[in-house]
């Protein structure tokens, strides 16, 4: 009999140790002393992007609420992936966080198109943030005003040419599907980024270009472009002339958003405790007043549900990708 305790004894302490060791155990002291030192937010992109942006300006807010220095660092590369491998490699105790869009959550998705040294199973959701608003837009002087104007022009002239940040990006999943519906053919002209889209577009390379509305807005305010659609589920605050590709009738594959990501083995009370100070953070009018102005939409979403979304915009990046026979 005490050999059987013995072992049953000795079972639950490996089992213990092995649950500190992966993060699934975490004793309360250690969120309630959390954080005592600064915290890191890694942006997988350059500084001054919209990425950027958003993140220094939730980390600033952040500083406020947990009273420590939340210091963003920049760690450029690898399509997104060098920032995301930095956080996937790092120590989980909630002191190295990621500030993400879709590309570096979850990159085989796009395993087509790049190769990264990790997955999304190696980071953990914590709290979506913000959504992009990539728009398609076209010159000032063109003759369309609106999103139906142009598909009946790409009708009557089969491989009308849309500029846009390639094959792997909602745009181009948006443009497919459209063509489809409304029965017409387009060529895709991929750019790298929207410093390249514009001069085209504005140049007359191109008759439509997909870009950030952020990079576009002060040619939109200049009345050097128009915009005909954003790709978003509603109208954004800071374009709400322009309608949405759902509004419209057409499908979403994803929503492109930003989140905070940590190592999969951050511990529970950490992560609630982190999406609880964001989710205060994303209702202050403050940081909505910020995000506003650098043309980012506001939209949280707490732990559980984002992680749900991702999951669901993984399933149907797939599918499409499977579809159009880049991926087996």
């Given at each position: 009999m005490?050999?059987?305790?013995?072992?049953l004894?000795?079972?639950?302490?490996?089992?213990?140790?092995?649950?500190?060791?992966?993060?699934s155990?975490?004793?309360?002291?250690?969120?309630?002393?959390?954080?005592?030192?600064?915290?890191?937010?890694?942006?997988?992109?350059?500084?001054?992007?919209?990425?950027?942006?958003s993140?220094?300006?939730?980390?600033?807010?952040?500083?406020?609420?947990?009273?420590?220095?939340?210091?963003?660092?920049?760690?450029?590369?690898?399509?997104?992936t060098?920032?995301?491998y930095?956080?996937?490699?790092?120590?989980?105790?909630?002191?190295?966080?990621?500030?993400?869009?879709?590309?570096?959550?979850?990159?085989?998705?796009?395993s087509?198109?790049?190769?990264?040294?990790?997955?999304g199973?190696?980071?953990?959701?914590?709290?979506?943030?913000?959504?992009?608003a990539?728009?398609?837009?076209?010159?000032?002087?063109?003759?369309?005003?609106?999103?139906?104007?142009?598909?009946?022009?790409a009708?009557?002239?089969?491989g009308?040419k849309?500029?846009s940040p390639?094959?792997?990006?909602?745009?181009?999943?948006?443009?497919?599907?459209?063509?489809?519906?409304?029965?017409?053919?387009?060529?895709?002209v991929?750019?790298?980024?929207?410093?390249?889209?514009?001069?085209?577009?504005?140049?007359?390379?191109?008759?439509?270009?997909?870009?950030?509305?952020?990079?576009a807005?002060?040619?939109?305010?200049?009345?050097?472009?128009?915009?005909?659609?954003?790709?978003?589920?509603?109208?954004?605050?800071?374009?709400?002339?322009a309608?949405?590709?759902?509004?419209l009738?057409?499908?979403?594959?994803?929503?492109?958003?930003?989140?905070?990501?940590?190592?999969?083995?951050?511990p529970?009370e950490?992560?609630?405790?982190?999406?609880?100070?964001v989710?205060?953070?994303?209702?202050?009018?403050?940081?909505?007043?910020?995000?506003?102005?650098?043309?980012?939409?506001?939209?949280?979403?707490?732990?559980?549900?984002?992680?749900?979304?991702?999951?669901q915009?993984?399933?149907?990046?797939?599918?499409?990708?499977?579809?159009?026979?880049?991926?087996?």
């Amino acid at each position: 009999m005490k050999k059987i305790i013995f072992i049953l004894m000795v079972g639950l302490f490996v089992l213990l140790i092995s649950s500190i060791l992966n993060g699934s155990f975490a004793p309360d002291t250690h969120a309630a002393s959390y954080p005592d030192r600064p915290i890191t937010i890694v942006v997988p992109y350059p500084a001054g992007g919209v990425t950027d942006l958003s993140a220094r300006a939730l980390s600033e807010l952040m500083e406020k609420h947990l009273k420590q220095p939340v210091v963003v660092v920049n760690k450029v590369g690898g399509r997104a992936t060098m920032g995301g491998y930095a956080v996937v490699t790092a120590k989980a105790d909630g002191y190295t966080l990621g500030f993400f869009p879709i590309a570096s959550s979850m990159p085989e998705v796009f395993s087509y198109f790049y190769d990264a040294p990790y997955s999304g199973k190696d980071l953990k959701p914590i709290s979506c943030v913000a959504g992009t608003a990539m728009s398609f837009l076209v010159k000032a002087d063109a003759p369309w005003n609106n999103f139906k104007e142009i598909i009946e022009f790409a009708r009557k002239n089969p491989g009308m040419k849309v500029g846009s940040p390639g094959k792997q990006t909602l745009p181009y999943l948006v443009m497919v599907d459209v063509a489809k519906k409304e029965k017409f053919s387009f060529v895709d002209v991929p750019f790298a980024g929207d410093a390249a889209t514009l001069p085209a577009l504005l140049g007359g390379h191109i008759p439509i270009g997909a870009i950030d509305y952020s990079a576009a807005r002060s040619l939109v305010e200049a009345k050097k472009l128009k915009v005909l659609a954003v790709c978003t589920e509603k109208r954004v605050d800071f374009a709400p002339h322009a309608p949405s590709i759902v509004e419209l009738g057409y499908k979403l594959a994803y929503v492109s958003n930003l989140g905070v990501f940590g190592p999969k083995a951050i511990p529970y009370e950490l992560v609630k405790k982190i999406d609880e100070v964001v989710g205060k953070i994303t209702e202050e009018k403050e940081f909505r007043d910020r995000m506003k102005s650098i043309s980012i939409q506001t939209f949280y979403q707490n732990a559980d549900t984002y992680h749900k979304s991702l999951m669901q915009y993984k399933e149907t990046i797939q599918a499409f990708f499977k579809e159009e026979g880049l991926v087996k």
